[in-house]
Nanobody, 122 residues
């Protein structure tokens, strides 16, 4: 069982920055997703267990950076140049199983954080 605790959401003006954190109870493959009202939960970014591989949705490439501190079992999502369309509830997710998987698919992850609201005003 992996527990995830998120923090760092808030209200920011367009062009601003926020950093989200996700503390996990073990070392796992970790991802970030977001869900706007009335929309599906979409992939944002993911990072391998070692931190050596990272993956991004096209919509956030060049603006968001995912990283992790394995000593703290914590993943971070640094969000820069935020836009109003980035407004959503952001969820971190963890995968502990091995085998092939689609890192951008919600079904790949067995554990989810509680979500944190990010609101970007124009």
């Amino acid at each position: 069982q992996v527990q995830l605790v998120e923090s760092g959401g808030g209200l920011v003006q367009a062009g601003g920055s926020l950093r989200l954190s996700c503390a996990a109870s073990g070392r796992t493959f970790m991802g970030w997703f977001r869900q706007a009202p009335g929309k599906e939960r979409d992939f944002v970014a993911a990072i391998s267990r070692s931190g050596g591989s990272t993956y991004y949705a096209d919509s956030v490439k060049g603006r968001f950076t995912i990283s992790r501190d394995n000593a703290k079992n914590t993943s971070y999502l640094q969000m820069n140049s935020l836009k109003p369309e980035d407004t959503a509830v952001y969820y971190c997710a963890a995968r502990s199983r091995g085998g092939p998987f689609d890192y951008a698919g919600v079904e790949a992850y067995g554990y989810w954080g509680q979500g944190t609201q990010v609101t970007v005003s124009s």
